[in-house]
């Protein structure tokens, strides 16, 4: 009678293999034990600073809680209201569509400044400067010079298009419907356009010049060479920068805030706007850690998929 031979589907792995990966794995640990020391301070204060706060919010999230009554569990309640709630969808469109908005603003006014100054037109020196001092304003300052520009009656934009006798097209930019989430999408856009301006500017300027000299004498023309080398070499700028733009956008409050605080009727209301009014003015701190938690799920799952569909490739010259 022969013994059963073990298949070749699922070989059989000795115990002298798993010991010899074990200690080879706490060699490798060991070796590289001055890298772990060095990463340490910064694991642990984003586990400080982000892991702990996200986990008390989504701790929270399941209670019912006005602040200084005691809590009460509830579940899974808080997000069963979540998705019935009509103005958290709304507030998440909006969201979606300034985080869109805003982003391709941004960056492709950002892509344009940069080629036009990398080509080195005149006074290219001051225009980094003057497109980049935007970036350096605190955003509420910027928000309130703003609301005065868009004021109706005296602001200074109805008053420009009144002087020069294009009166009809005066509006009540920040009072209307329509108007009030296009209006605070363009200013987050004139102020943060100078950002990636700059950081797209140092990637086209790392290109080497033989490249853009081997394109000119290949008969290529200014716009294509922007569109098969500038655009192809700079990818992974572009993508990275875009990426921050995006997570900045979809956090947005203070802006919209300070100008519209969400109205009129809610026109302009973005999740962190939403959020505020469930904590900080109803006290429903339970259903804000709710509404906290889907943000960032939100920005999260938007973050891995641009990253996914991207495709990042580093580029070598």
Not at 97 to 126: K, N, W, Y
Not at 244 to 249: E, G, K, L, T
């Amino acid at each position: 009678m022969t013994s059963p031979t073990p298949s070749a589907a699922s070989p059989r792995v000795r115990p002298t293999q798993v010991e010899h990966r074990s200690v080879g794995g706490l060699a490798q640990i060991r070796a590289n034990a001055h890298w772990y020391l060095f990463i340490a301070p910064a694991v642990i204060l984003l586990l400080a600073f982000m892991g702990f706060p996200l986990y008390r919010s989504l701790e929270l999230s399941l209670f019912e809680w006005k602040g200084l009554l005691p809590r009460h569990w509830i579940g899974l309640e808080n997000f069963e209201r979540l998705f019935r709630d009509k103005y958290f969808w709304r507030a998440l469109g909006h969201t979606i569509v300034f985080a869109v908005s805003a982003t391709a603003g941004t960056v492709g006014l950002g892509l344009l400044l940069a080629i036009a100054i990398s080509r080195h037109v005149p006074f290219h020196r001051f225009y980094r400067f003057a497109f980049y001092l935007p970036v350096m304003l605190p955003m509420t300052v910027v928000a309130a010079l703003w609301a005065r520009i868009y004021e109706p009656n005296y602001g200074l934009l109805n008053t420009a298009l009144k002087s020069i006798g294009l009166g009809v097209l005066a509006q009540p930019w920040l009072g209307s419907l329509d108007l009030s989430l296009p209006a605070i999408i363009v200013v987050c856009i004139w102020q943060y356009a100078g950002f990636p301006m700059i950081v797209l500017l140092a990637a086209i300027e790392g290109i080497p010049e033989d490249l853009h000299h081997a394109a000119t004498l290949d008969g290529a023309g200014e716009l294509q060479r922007m569109r098969y080398l500038v655009v192809p070499m700079i990818w992974p700028v572009l993508v990275s920068i875009s990426v921050v733009q995006v997570i900045f956008s979809l956090k947005v409050f203070d802006l919209v805030w300070v100008m519209t605080k969400g109205g009129p009727a809610e026109s302009s209301a973005v999740l962190g706007t939403y959020l505020y009014r469930k904590a900080f003015e109803q006290q429903e701190y339970g259903y804000a850690s709710a509404v906290a938690v889907s943000m960032f799920a939100v920005i999260f799952t938007v973050t891995y998929v641009y990253y996914r569909l991207t495709k990042i490739d580093a580029v070598e010259f």
